[in-house]
């Protein structure tokens, strides 16, 4: 998905509920939040989304612009009206929003998640799609392992806090794993001697 797709969503969205505010909430609420998303985080086709001040509003959404959809077979992206319950959020989230507000939302204010209420809300889910995004969030140093552990305290329920502690845990290995592979790679930086690297720097 891209900026100006989640855009349309959050227009089309405000447009079927009579609505000026749309929360987003999914993978996709980190293009409110982060310029130049890395492409790996952009894969979804689906934007998480709910009329901030009428829930009852977001069986609209998936109606008219869900899954499926004619919005869905014409665009090839499609929204998904959930609650912010529906997801774990740790406390304060709704203080660290980032608003989308332009002519291509009509006047419409996209609210999104903050890249790290957002990682912190899919290490407690933790499903291996969740897990696959954080460390793309963390290997492109969007957030740090350390803010995350803080932020993992201010989880409201016990379980959710544990599950995100060990989600946490799994990212870190994957990392660690990664950079390991990366430094026994024939081209590695650190492989590199002196000669090849004064070349490179010539052909750059």
Same mark, same amino acid.
């Given at each position: 998905?891209?900026?100006?797709?989640?855009?349309?969503?959050?227009?089309?969205?405000?447009?079927?509920?009579?609505?000026?505010?749309?929360?987003? #909430?999914?993978?996709?609420?980190?293009?409110?939040?982060?310029?130049?998303?890395?492409?790996?985080?952009?894969?979804?086709?689906?934007?998480?989304?709910?009329?901030?001040?009428?829930?009852?509003?977001?069986?609209?959404?998936?109606?008219?612009?869900?899954?499926?959809?004619?919005?869905?077979?014409?665009?090839?992206?499609?929204?998904?009206?959930?609650?912010?319950?529906?997801?774990?959020?740790?406390?304060?989230?709704?203080?660290?929003?980032?608003?989308?507000?332009?002519?291509?939302?009509?006047?419409?204010?996209?609210?999104?998640?903050?890249?790290?209420?957002?990682?912190?809300?899919?290490?407690?889910?933790?499903?291996?799609?969740?897990?696959?995004?954080?460390?793309?969030?963390?290997?492109?140093?969007?957030?740090?392992?350390?803010?995350?552990?803080? #932020?993992?305290?201010? #989880?409201?329920?016990?379980?959710?806090?544990?599950?995100?502690?060990?989600?946490?845990?799994?990212?870190?290995? *994957?990392?660690?794993?990664?950079?390991?592979?990366?430094?026994?790679?024939?081209?590695?930086?650190?492989?590199?001697?002196?000669?090849?690297?004064? *070349?490179?720097?010539?052909?750059?």
């Amino acid at each position: 998905m891209t900026r100006q797709q989640l855009e349309h969503i959050i227009r089309a969205a405000g447009s079927i509920t009579d609505e000026k505010v749309i929360l987003v #909430l999914g993978s996709q609420a980190i293009l409110g939040s982060v310029e130049d998303v890395p492409e790996k985080l952009l894969v979804s086709i689906e934007a998480d989304v709910f009329p901030l001040r009428a829930p009852d509003k977001s069986e609209l959404i998936n109606g008219s612009i869900g899954e499926i959809s004619r919005f869905h077979e014409t665009f090839g992206y499609y929204a998904h009206g959930i609650p912010p319950d529906s997801c774990p959020l740790p406390a304060g989230w709704d203080k660290r929003l980032s608003p989308i507000q332009n002519e291509n939302t009509n006047g419409i204010t996209g609210l999104c998640l903050s890249a790290l209420d957002l990682a912190c809300s899919k290490l407690a889910a933790g499903r291996p799609k969740d897990l696959d995004f954080v460390t793309e969030i963390l290997a492109n140093k969007i957030v740090t392992p350390h803010g995350l552990e803080k #932020l993992i305290l201010d #989880l409201p329920r016990v379980e959710h806090r544990t599950n995100a502690k060990r989600s946490l845990q799994i990212v870190e290995h *994957r990392l660690r794993f990664q950079e390991i592979a990366d430094s026994h790679e024939p081209n590695s930086p650190t492989k590199s001697h002196g000669k090849g690297k004064d *070349r490179d720097e010539l052909t750059l």
